[in-house]
């Protein structure tokens, strides 16, 4: 049975599956859907065209999917696309999409979103990410599973946080993060492999030492990147994480973040 507080304002075109829960003076508009055994807290505001997964716990005062801060949108039908198992805390908010952006902001499953964060429009949130107090994305943002953004730190629209990569707090992200690797300051520079993180996932260390290869060549050689790529592609191409970290490279279109080769020293291991 669902569970709406009687202070509570759902509008009854809103679909709740069995299990929800609804705090008092949350606010739920009408066309939205939330899966089964998710809970509401107080205070919480849920615009229409937002789509909530399955055991999602919301907290006070969050906003979901209210409409964009683009000066660009026109009032067009877009959406937020929530997964299941998510975490969303105090004061969290997360926007629609827009035309220009595929019109769909999308979180995956099993995240955490930490008090005050943002997410803004159209980004792509993946799976088990953290994001840390009052970290915030920009439009058109790409983070992929499992990666990390520590609190007060900002990303720049249109950047990417690679999967299992480690953003400190307080940084300035203004270009794309790679996958497995740490980046840290404003403007952010990439200071290591995220080894941390890598062994506390379970990697093994015959991955762990070949993307350590990898990033040596890419990042600390005296090789351009494209003669290094080339090479990576020789010795290691067999590592599947190799193979992401390269499709990464190869990807990017507001380019890496900048190697601080005298960080890089300190987080060797």
Excluded: W
């Amino acid at each position: 049975m669902t569970a709406i507080h009687a202070t509570a304002l759902v509008d009854k075109r809103a679909e709740l599956a069995p299990g929800v829960q609804v705090g008092p003076y949350s606010i739920i508009e009408g066309r939205v859907v939330i899966g089964a055994d998710t809970q509401i807290g107080p205070h919480v505001v849920i615009k229409e065209f937002t789509t909530i997964g399955a055991r999602c716990r919301i907290f006070q005062f969050a906003s979901l999917g209210e409409i964009p801060q683009d000066l660009k949108f026109k009032g067009e039908e877009s959406q937020l696309i929530i997964g299941d198992d998510n975490t969303i805390r105090e004061f969290a908010t997360m926007h629609r999409g827009t035309a220009g952006g595929g019109g769909v902001t999308r979180i995956g499953n099993g995240n955490l979103f930490m008090a005050y964060t943002h997410i803004a429009h159209d980004c792509l949130v993946g799976n088990s990410v953290i994001m840390s107090n009052a970290a915030t994305l920009g439009g058109h943002i790409v983070i992929e599973d499992k990666a990390i953004i520590g609190g007060l730190a900002a990303v720049h629209q249109f950047s990417r946080i690679g999967r299992h990569a480690f953003v400190g707090g307080a940084s300035a992200v203004a270009r794309d993060v790679p996958p497995y690797t740490i980046a840290y300051g404003n403007r952010a520079k990439l200071v290591g492999l995220n080894l941390v993180g890598l062994k506390r996932s379970g990697f093994s260390d015959a991955t762990i030492q070949s993307l350590k290869q990898a990033y040596e060549i890419l990042f600390l050689s005296s090789l351009n990147m494209k003669e290094a790529v080339q090479r990576v592609r020789d010795e290691l191409i067999h590592i599947p994480e190799v193979q992401h970290l390269l499709d990464f490279i190869a990807s990017t279109e507001r380019g890496l973040v900048p190697v601080d080769v005298k960080e890089n020293r300190n987080h060797r291991g």
